[in-house]
């Protein structure tokens, strides 16, 4: 499965279309151990990234990405605003001009996805962030790609691994963000940002 263009404006629009149907949900997880606005906060900024998306690939994908980038720093709001945003325009910096993406290209620009955003936020693993469900995506693409897995299957053990990072934020005490604040009383609850996190990466996997 190459990527392209076309296949980044597929992703985009898959991850609007689960962050939409998932509003809601995420919403509510915000609401257990944040302030209920994570759904919304996601919602507004990638429905405003579908609108400003060219209507065919004659953009490259590091200009696409850039631009998402800004438009979800302009829209989002809350911490996960600036940290999608700074995470998108380091991906898209990544791949400057680049047209056709190999699987290696993918992983560069997932790595300074994740990059971003610890460089921004300074959460490791374990902190009951979104880096829990990117990490482990990450590790496990690097993996498949170095055993010589085609991109589009590394890409679903990708997402797999993401949705298994979110739902190991349950046990976690969040030590960053806004849940920080709970301590101990945000042990139970399955972090938000993770679990959009992951959706992104799933929506990722489903766009070849
Ligand atoms: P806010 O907390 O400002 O209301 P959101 O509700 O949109 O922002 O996003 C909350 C999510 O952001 C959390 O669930 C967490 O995953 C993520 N987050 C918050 N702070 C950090 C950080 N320092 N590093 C990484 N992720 C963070
Ligand atoms: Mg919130």
């Given at each position: 499965m190459p990527v392209t263009t076309a296949t980044l404006l597929n992703w985009l629009r898959h991850a609007a279309a689960l962050i939409h149907e998932q509003r809601d949900r995420l919403n509510d997880l915000d609401a257990a151990i944040g302030d209920a606005d994570h759904g919304a906060n996601l919602d507004r900024g990638f429905a405003a990234v579908v609108e400003a998306l060219p209507a065919g690939p004659e953009t490259d994908a590091g200009s696409l990405l850039k631009a998402v980038g800004v438009r979800l720093i302009a829209t989002v709001g809350g911490a996960s605003g600036p940290l999608y945003g700074t995470a998108f325009r380091r991906a898209g910096m990544q791949l400057e001009g680049a047209q056709t993406l190999v699987g290696q290209d993918v992983l560069t620009a997932l790595q300074a996805f994740l990059d971003g955003i610890t460089a921004i936020g300074k959460a490791e693993r374990g902190?009951?962030?979104?880096v829990d469900a990117l990490a482990p995506a990450v590790t496990t693409l690097a993996q498949a790609l170095g055993a010589e897995v085609a991109l589009d299957e590394a890409l679903r053990r990708a997402a797999d691994a993401a949705d298994a990072g979110a739902l190991a934020t349950v046990p976690m005490v969040a030590r960053?963000?806004?849940?920080?604040?709970l301590g101990e009383r945000s042990v139970g609850h399955q972090d938000p940002g993770a679990t959009s996190a992951a959706l992104i990466i799933r929506a990722l996997a489903d766009a070849g």
């Open positions: 902190d009951k962030t979104m960053r963000g806004r849940a920080a604040y």
